[in-house]
């Protein structure tokens, strides 16, 4: 992984890109805030006394795994407040690790990617090796 540099580096997207891009991460993180709110609901027990094992089991399955997205859900909301910093600080599209801009595709597959696809791939592989270690 390569260093970050001290000298700060700002985006070479044009008002107008920042403007889409700012729109997009709004919009995911309203669905995400909507899906959140809807989760919720839905996390309570509805056990009852004498209930089937296998249905305790399966209510807790589903509890569990609704916690879990909703943890995910939290993660991604946090890259999109970070990514909304960056526009309005003007570092946004800038990697994090290299501090080259990462590319126009990427972010609009991701827009609230962190990394440009060299760093992204290389810790990925750095994280495959890790696990690797322990196998």
Same mark, same amino acid.
């Given at each position: 992984?390569? #260093?970050? #540099?001290?000298?700060?580096?700002?985006?070479?997207?044009?008002?107008?890109?920042?403007?889409?891009?700012?729109?997009i991460?709004?919009?995911e993180?309203?669905? $995400?805030?909507?899906?959140?709110?809807?989760?919720s609901?839905?996390?309570?027990?509805? +056990?009852?006394?004498?209930?089937?094992?296998?249905?305790?089991?399966?209510?807790?399955f589903?509890?569990?795994?609704?916690?879990?997205?909703?943890?995910?859900?939290? #993660?991604k909301l946090?890259?999109?407040t970070?990514?909304? +910093?960056?526009?309005?600080n003007?570092?946004?599209g800038?990697?994090?690790?290299c501090n080259?801009? $990462?590319?126009?595709?990427?972010? #609009?597959?991701?827009?609230?990617?962190?990394?440009?696809?060299?760093?992204?791939?290389?810790?990925?592989?750095?994280r495959?090796a890790?696990?690797?270690?322990?196998?």
């Amino acid at each position: 992984m390569a #260093k970050k #540099k001290s000298t700060v580096v700002k985006s070479s997207f044009s008002d107008a890109q920042l403007v889409e891009f700012r729109d997009i991460l709004y919009r995911e993180r309203q669905n $995400i805030l909507s899906r959140l709110r809807h989760s919720s609901v839905h996390l309570e027990s509805s +056990r009852q006394a004498g209930d089937e094992g296998a249905e305790v089991g399966s209510d807790d399955f589903i509890r569990e795994t609704g916690i879990q997205i909703m943890s995910e859900d939290a #993660k991604k909301l946090d890259a999109i407040t970070t990514a909304l +910093r960056n526009i309005e600080n003007g570092t946004y599209g800038i990697c994090h690790d290299c501090n080259k801009p $990462i590319s126009e595709v990427r972010l #609009k597959a991701k827009p609230s990617a962190r990394l440009c696809i060299d760093c992204k791939s290389l810790r990925e592989e750095q994280r495959m090796a890790d696990l690797d270690d322990y196998r």
